[in-house]
């Protein structure tokens, strides 16, 4: 069993940057796919970005040019670095090994205008 939990979250002006962090509290090396998702308000949890151990990377087109994601396995870390952040960025973001099942709590992205 992996625990995941994400750091790095807060208030920030449109425009400005945030570095997400995902701690697991086991080894990644292992896993596949790491990825980040987020739900904002009243909307479904939708995908923003995914690494794969080789690794590789997907981003939703809302986010290309933006954001980056990476995995540190040493450390057993993924990040996900966003800049040129967006009102429309606002939600709550969550780490997650999807395809086995692991997902942290999440952390709270907060753009203002």
């Known amino acids: 069993q992996v625990q995941l939990v994400e750091s790095g979250g807060g208030l920030v002006q449109a425009g400005g940057s945030l570095r997400l962090s995902c701690a697991a509290s086991g080894s990644i090396f292992s896993i596949d796919i790491m990825g980040w998702y987020r739900q904002a308000p009243g909307k479904e949890r939708e995908v923003v970005a995914l690494?794969?151990?080789?690794?590789?990377?997907n981003y939703a087109d809302s986010v290309k040019g933006r954001f980056t994601i990476s995995r540190d396995n040493a450390k057993s870390t993924v990040y996900l670095q966003m800049t040129m952040l967006k009102v429309e960025d606002t939600a709550v973001y969550y780490c997650?090994?999807?395809?086995?099942?692991?997902w942290g709590q999440g952390t709270q992205v907060t753009v203002s205008s």
């Open positions: 997650a090994a999807p395809q086995d099942g692991y």
């Open positions: 690494i794969s151990r080789v690794p590789g990377t």
